[in-house]
């Protein structure tokens, strides 16, 4: 798959929601490492146990970590697929040409 050329002034938000002793979450962050090393990507993580995180894991009724959100849209959670984030990111990026909002 060919990976839009974007300049690195328009990286995709990526805000992962983790806990302490997530199971998926340790492959959460190998998966946004690999997919950030072909995107420009800015990876936030934010603690579920936080109040912060507990208000935005409420918002989407996360039924347990990670939960991925894409440029403050909610993407996933549990087990991250690698392939699906990669397409979706690719779409975001060709469609928006790296002006988002």
């Given at each position: 798959?060919?990976?839009p050329?974007?300049?690195?002034?328009?990286?995709?938000?990526?805000l992962?929601?983790?806990?302490?002793?997530c199971?998926?979450?340790?492959?959460?962050?190998?998966?946004?490492?690999?997919?950030?090393?072909d995107?420009?990507?800015?990876?936030?993580?934010?603690?579920?146990t936080?109040?912060?995180?507990?208000?935005?894991a409420?918002?989407?009724?996360?039924p347990?970590?990670?939960?991925?959100?894409?440029?403050?849209?909610?993407f996933?959670?549990?087990?991250?697929?690698?392939?699906?984030?990669?397409?979706?990111?690719?779409?975001?990026?060709?469609?928006?040409?790296?002006s988002?909002?």
């Amino acid at each position: 798959m060919a990976v839009p050329q974007l300049s690195a002034a328009a990286p995709v938000r990526l805000l992962l929601v983790v806990s302490p002793g997530c199971g998926f979450c340790g492959h959460a962050k190998t998966v946004l490492a690999r997919v950030g090393a072909d995107f420009p990507c800015a990876l936030e993580e934010l603690d579920l146990t936080t109040g912060d995180g507990r208000a935005l894991a409420d918002t989407v009724r996360l039924p347990f970590p990670p939960g991925l959100w894409v440029d403050g849209h909610f993407f996933g959670y549990g087990r991250i697929s690698e392939r699906k984030l990669r397409s979706h990111l690719a779409h975001l990026l060709a469609t928006t040409g790296g002006s988002r909002s």
